[in-house]
């Protein structure tokens, strides 16, 4: 399935709310392109190691952090999840387990509910996951080490996102012909370093590209974002049509990669900017929208003259968002970030 970003604005997904509503008001009125649903990280049941948990055979919560505790029903659990993984990849139904639950996602439903009050149908709509890695290496055994050092734990829980990635794609396309999935990677940052000792390049490409294949064949479009910097080649190898990075602070890193970053760009791939500061509270206020307009188009010509791709180019494989997540801004702040979006993706049509 082919992408063009066009410019189109979008989120990251957090926002420092209680309650999604008034989150899907400011969306939908704003990022009418490719309006994304909310994530309310201030609820316990949406914390980045919680949201997509539901249903995760041992997954549990010690003091309020993710844990798996095999209980006396855990093989059992896992090997009904196994076959019901295997009966979807065979061509059958997704399961219930897949199910999102409003509890979990209320933004995801409003979102759904407030676009066919009004009788919308945007030209795409976005979703987001927790990566696997990130999760993997987030969620904790009895013994304190993580998830992912153990093979069965760390397949189980990817298969897992993979179905969860499929329900809310499936969920997404009676809103719009267009589903962007993205994977929230913010533990990538720290690929590399001594915090995961032993982790192979290799092992990592294979649990993204499989969530990504899961997004895929669910007829939708698979993305990611990384907060900070990391090994962007290895991004490009897992099959993600869009990658996210906060260009207003790590866009020179990106560069480091420009052949790995032409060959993405040159096959199809989509850059989405992350060019709005929500990481610096007081780089947000400060900047308006023909500052941050003038750091855009210096953006696209450092790409161009790194990669040799014209920027009409780029723009048409360009969407905007701001730099990470809005979850621990104030609400004026978030605010502020998603109007500066919307007027940035609005104003690339000036680039062309």
């Not at 659990?77 to 019901?84: I, N, P």
Request: charged share 20%; net charge negative.
């Amino acid at each position: 399935m082919d992408f063009w970003g066009q410019g189109r604005g979008t989120l990251i997904g957090s926002m420092p709310y209680e309650d999604a509503r008034p989150a899907v008001e400011i969306i939908v009125s704003n990022l009418t392109r490719l309006p994304c649903w909310p994530q309310l990280p201030r609820r316990l049941q949406e914390g980045m190691l919680v949201q997509f948990c539901e249903g995760l055979p041992g997954f549990g919560l010690q003091n309020k952090m993710p844990y798996i505790l095999p209980k006396d029903d855990f093989e059992s659990k896992m090997l009904a999840f196994y076959e019901d993984y295997l009966a979807w990849e065979a061509g059958g139904d997704l399961p219930e387990v897949a199910t999102i639950s409003p509890d979990r996602a209320p933004g995801l439903y409003l979102l759904e509910e407030a676009l066919n009050a009004q009788g919308l149908r945007p030209q795409g709509v976005k979703g987001q996951i927790t990566g696997p890695f990130t999760l993997t290496t987030g969620i904790k055994k009895e013994d304190g080490e993580a998830a992912f050092y153990d093979l069965q734990l760390r397949d189980l829980i990817v298969k897992f996102l993979a179905l969860k990635a499929a329900w809310q794609a499936q969920k997404l396309s009676s809103l719009s012909s267009e589903v962007v999935i993205f994977m929230d990677e913010p533990a990538l940052a720290g690929f590399g370093s001594s915090s995961y000792v032993g982790i192979s390049r290799e092992e990592v490409v294979t649990m993204v590209t499989e969530v990504a294949q899961a997004i895929k064949r669910s007829q939708a479009i698979a993305g990611i974002h990384v907060c900070a910097n990391t090994d962007w080649s290895l991004i490009f190898e897992t099959g993600v049509k869009i990658v996210n990075l906060d260009a207003y602070g790590y866009l020179d890193r990106l560069l480091l990669f420009a052949e790995p970053l032409k060959g993405f760009l040159e096959v199809g791939g989509n850059l989405a900017l992350g060019i709005v500061p929500t990481l610096d509270k007081e780089a947000l206020s400060r900047e308006d929208e023909e500052s941050l307009f003038e750091r855009l188009k210096g953006a696209l010509e450092a790409i161009s003259r790194a990669t040799g791709l014209p920027i009409k180019d780029l723009i048409q494989r360009l969407l905007i968002t701001p730099s990470c997540g809005m979850g621990t801004l104030n609400e004026d702040l978030a605010q502020r970030a998603v109007f500066l979006t919307a007027a940035l993706s609005q104003k690339v049509a000036e680039l062309r």
